[in-house]
């Protein structure tokens, strides 16, 4: 049997490579509906939400993980209440370095997303590619992107 340590340790390293979820993985975790999902993040019980599309499609939100975590097992002491936690402090625990470049294959682990929401972020001009940067094929294929851009628009991008 798998001590309660190590689940909860296996959550901790979890929420640090994949911080924002589909809200299908939150329902999942809470086993709730959407419906409920929808009520819980609304009252502001899920107080961290976030639209990383370029519109309003309810697909392209993600869900701070460690609310779902929190909601299901109470309050991670790392980093005290989601509630209590300002917005730089949820951005850096979404996009969680402090390079000034991150690649967009980070991204799309970070945010739970696919490669097409990173590039639309791109050609919409929301967030900025390294200046000169191409996206190419293989290995290190994956675009260059501006930290602080990033972080600027997840900062734009939650749901009240």
């Known amino acids: 049997m798998i001590s309660p340590a190590a689940i909860i340790a296996t959550i901790k390293i979890n929420l640090l490579s994949h ?13 709730i509906q959407m419906r409920k999902l929808s009520e819980l993040i609304q009252t502001g019980v899920l107080p ?13 939100m993600r869900v701070l993980g460690h609310c779902v975590i929190e909601r299901q097992l109470g309050t ?12 730089p402090e949820v951005v850096s625990l ?23 929401t990173i590039q639309k972020l791109r050609d919409a001009r929301l ?7 191409r996206a190419g094929s293989g290995p290190n ?16 991008r939650r749901v009240l």
């Open 127 to 133: 967030i900025e590619t390294v200046l000169g940067e």
């Open 48 to 60: 961290w939400v976030f639209n990383i599309g370029t519109g309003k499609r309810e697909g392209n």
């Open 94 to 116: 979404c996009v969680p370095v402090q390079r000034q470049a991150i690649r967009g294959t980070e991204l799309q682990k970070w945010w739970s997303c696919r490669p097409d």
């Open 76 to 87: 991670i002491r790392e980093i005290g209440a989601t509630k209590n936690l300002k917005l």
């Open 141 to 156: 294929g994956s675009p260059r992107l501006v930290t602080e851009s990033v972080k600027g628009f997840l900062a734009k």
């Open 19 to 31: 911080p924002l979820w589909r809200l299908e993985m939150a329902c999942d975790v809470l086993d």
